[in-house]
């Protein structure tokens, strides 16, 4: 699976509490999206062949789940922000190396998405994530 920087939302980012990820991706001018482009839609409106990918890169400690949290915002500060999908995992599965696939890319998204990460139970004393979009997922176990 190749990552690419610009679509990359947290590389390696320590998660000991609960915090937005360290990148935000800009999807283009109002109008002209890059991602939620015709191009990459479908007619469904299930949405477009992207999904995201978040593994674990550092086992996870003390807290008890991570609630991972897609959004979007028409601002960069995500003062409106709209969840469009999360997913909650246990600390027992916040191993590294653990991949999780959240779900697909919603059809229609404002311009600045990115993920909010939600500690549940303790702060975490250790773990890390690296979360981004991918073009396909690796479904190869060697």
């Known amino acids: 699976m190749l990552l690419d920087v610009l679509t990359q939302f947290s590389d390696a980012q320590a998660i000991t509490a609960s915090a937005a990820s360290t990148n935000v991706v800009d999807l283009g001018a109002s109008g002209t999206p890059v991602y939620s482009s015709k191009a990459l839609n479908n007619d469904s409106g299930r949405g477009c062949p ?50 999780f696939n959240p779900s697909f890319v919603p059809k229609y998204l404002e311009r600045y998405v990115r993920l909010n990460y939600t500690v549940t139970g303790s702060d975490a004393t250790a773990g890390t994530i690296t979360a981004a979009m991918t073009a396909g997922d690796q479904s190869n176990n060697i």
Do not use: H, P
């Open 50 to 99: 992207i999904s995201l990918l978040i593994q674990v890169t550092e086992d996870f400690a003390t807290l008890t789940s991570l609630t991972v949290a897609f959004e979007t915002d028409d601002d960069v500060a995500f003062g409106s922000a709209t969840v469009l999908n999360e997913q909650t995992i246990a600390v027992a599965d916040l191993l590294a190396g653990r991949t």
